[in-house]
C-alpha cells in the first residue's frame, strides 16, 4: 500500500516526507513502539508503505494507557493496514515509576523497551522505531534516554521533523487522525511526588473520557490527592459550563472516586507539571 499525496505540500515538508520514507525502507524490518498518537501513526503508515509485511507496530498496554486511547491504536494500525501486537507492561509495580520522581518516564519507557526488545530479538532483530519527534527533545522527557539507552531510533527526531509538519504531512496522506490532539500518559496528571495507583489512572481516564463523549475533545482532568481539576482550551471553558450542569459534572467526579471537582480557569497548557517542576526546583 502506497499512500498517495492528497493534498499539497510546501517544500520544506514535501522533502522531509522523502527522507522519512527513505530512513525507514533503509531497514530490512522494523518494529514500531505505537501509541496511537499522531507521531508514531505516521511513523507506522511509512513503515507499513515502505516495509509491507516487514513492519510491525506494538502498543504498549498498563494502566497509564486509557481504555479509549487503546481502542483507538487497534482502529488505527487497522486502517493503516500494520500488523499490530499488544504487550503487557508492570512498570505500576516499579517503585521508581509509582512514586513518581521528576524521572518518571525513565522507569515507564525503560519497562516498556524491555519488552520492545525481547519482541524485536524475536522477529529477526527488527530495529524499534518510536515517534518522538523533534520539538520533544526541547522538553523535559527523561524517557528518551531509556530509548536510546534500548537501542531507539526516533525517525521524526533525526530528521528534524517537528510537530506542525508531522500534522501537515498526515493531512496530505489522508492519514485521518492528522488533527487528533496529543495524549500524554494518564500519569503525566497527577503532580510528581504523589504516588501513582492503577485506580488513580483509572479515575483519571474516566474522567476524561466523559468530557470527550460530551464533545470536548481537547481535555486534560488532572488529580491532586483526591481532587480532580477539569482542564479545557480557554476559548472553551465558558462553553462547557454553559452546556452541561453543574451538578451533573459534580455527581460524575463523585461516582468515580473524586471527592470534589475545580476547573481550571487558565485553561488547557501542555507540560503545566514541568512548570510546577521548575518551580520547586527554585525554591530548593
Known amino acids: 500500500m502506497f499512500f498517495s499525496q492528497l493534498e499539497s ?5 514535501l522533502k522531509k516526507l522523502y527522507l522519512l520514507r527513505d530512513f525507514i525502507k533503509a531497514f530490512e524490518n522494523v518494529c514500531v513502539a505505537f501509541s496511537g498518537g499522531v507521531d508514531s501513526s505516521l511513523v507506522a503508515s511509512i513503515a507499513q508503505e515502505q516495509l509491507g509485511s516487514k513492519a510491525f507496530a506494538i502498543t504498549g498496554v498498563s494502566s497509564s494507557l486509557a481504555p479509549y486511547l487503546l481502542k483507538q491504536a487497534r482502529q488505527q494500525a487497522s486502517w493503516i493496514g500494520i500488523r499490530h501486537e499488544e504487550c503487557q507492561t508492570n512498570e505500576i509495580k516499579i517503585p521508581n515509576y509509582y512514586k513518581n520522581p521528576e524521572n518518571r518516564c525513565y522507569a515507564c519507557k525503560k519497562e516498556l523497551h524491555k519488552y520492545l526488545k525481547e519482541i524485536s530479538i524475536q522477529s529477526n532483530n527488527a530495529q524499534v522505531l518510536d515517534g518522538v519527534n523533534h520539538d520533544d527533545l526541547q522538553e523535559f522527557r527523561p524517557g528518551i534516554h ?3 539507552e534500548a537501542g531507539a531510533r526516533s525517525p521524526l527526531a533525526e530528521l528534524e521533523i517537528n510537530k506542525k509538519s508531522i500534522r501537515s504531512i498526515s493531512k496530505a496522506l489522508g492519514l485521518p487522525w492528522w488533527d487528533k490532539p496529543a495524549q500524554p500518559c494518564l500519569a503525566s496528571r497527577i503532580p ?3 504516588e501513582i495507583s492503577s485506580k488513580r489512572l483509572e479515575q ?4 476524561e473520557e466523559w468530557i470527550i463523549n460530551l464533545g470536548f475533545k ?6 491532586q490527592g483526591l481532587s480532580g481539576r477539569i482542564e479545557l482550551p480557554q476559548a472553551e471553558i465558558e462553553n462547557f459550563l454553559q452546556s452541561v450542569q453543574k451538578e451533573e459534572i459534580i455527581n460524575y467526579f463523585l461516582s468515580i472516586g473524586f471527592t ?3 476547573i481550571d480557569l487558565e485553561g488547557l497548557i ?5 512548570r510546577d517542576r521548575k518551580l520547586l526546583n527554585n525554591q530548593l
Not at 505540500?9 to 515538508?13: A, F
Not at 483519571?204 to 474522567?207: N, P, S, T, V
Not at 501542555?270 to 514541568?274: D, I, M, R, T, V
Request: glycine share 6%.
Open 146 to 148: 531509556a530509548s536510546n
Open 260 to 262: 470534589s471537582v475545580s
Open 270 to 274: 501542555s507540560g503545566k507539571l514541568n
Open 9 to 13: 505540500l510546501s517544500k520544506s515538508d
Open 204 to 207: 483519571i481516564a474516566l474522567a
Open 192 to 194: 510528581f511526588g504523589e
Open 218 to 223: 481537547r481535555v486534560r482532568v488532572r488529580s
